[in-house]
């Protein structure tokens, strides 16, 4: 047990992360929320960026009741059948009465606890703006450095920040004095920070086609690994549900390095 010892209903703390996240806005690739229903009773949580067999297991066996993530187990396009893979995830849960609370797009663009967010304010911008919409909301931000910087020196705090080193492509301007950050895998958001005028854009992922195409249209893309740009969210989140409910939270990172 950590320094909390507190406990949470599980239906309190699910209602009020849907309010506070706004899970309800918008549309998303799955569902927000409670995706798998276990204990009633919660006085530690284990977080993490991505459901899978190892952190449920490892939740278990810190002693948790819940585990909050960024990625779920379920997502448009799936096969409905719990079989195979599916049904080892789920039977991990199940045999440890383990719930599964997971927010995606919420995570993302909320201005708080949001990876985006806390990302931008980490690299130092200011006079941060929402930025690359979908169905009517952002995902992102964008801003401003208050003195422009150095395409490397963007590199090294992306480094600081994420734990690994981004891969630069892309020839933008010798001064950096603009950003837009999408985590995660928003290649195609490459389109909007050009169509913004903006200096840099950052996220997690890359495809092939974006070397050539940020090349010429004269920006800076950094990739800095879709699960390094997404540990900063789940992570304050789960700060700020400890800090509130008095329950012992424990991140548990399983390395990813895409």
Known sequence: MGAHSGTVERDRL????????????????????????????????????????????????????????????FWRGDPYPI???????????????????AYHLPLDRHPEVGNNALAARAL????????????????????RFPEAITAEELVRRAKALYAQAPLHLGTGPDRVRTLGIVSGGAQRDLFKAIDEGLDAFLTGEVSEWVTNTARECGIHYLAAGHHATERIGIRTLGEWVAERYGVDVEFIDVPNPV
């Open 14 to 73: 699910v209602a009020d992360l849907d309010v506070f996240l706004e899970a309800d806005q918008g549309t998303d690739y799955c569902p927000n929320g409670l995706q798998v229903q276990g204990a009633s009773k919660i006085h530690k949580i284990v977080t993490g960026v991505s459901a899978c067999r190892e952190l449920f297991e490892r939740a278990a066996a810190a002693g948790a009741q819940a585990v909050l993530v960024h990625h779920g187990v």
């Open 83 to 101: 079989t195979g893979m599916q049904y080892g995830r789920i039977r991990a849960l199940l045999a440890a009465d383990l719930n599964l609370i």
């Open 124 to 143: 130092g911008l200011e006079d941060l703006e929402p930025f690359a919409f979908h169905d009517g909301l952002p995902t992102g931000f964008q801003g």
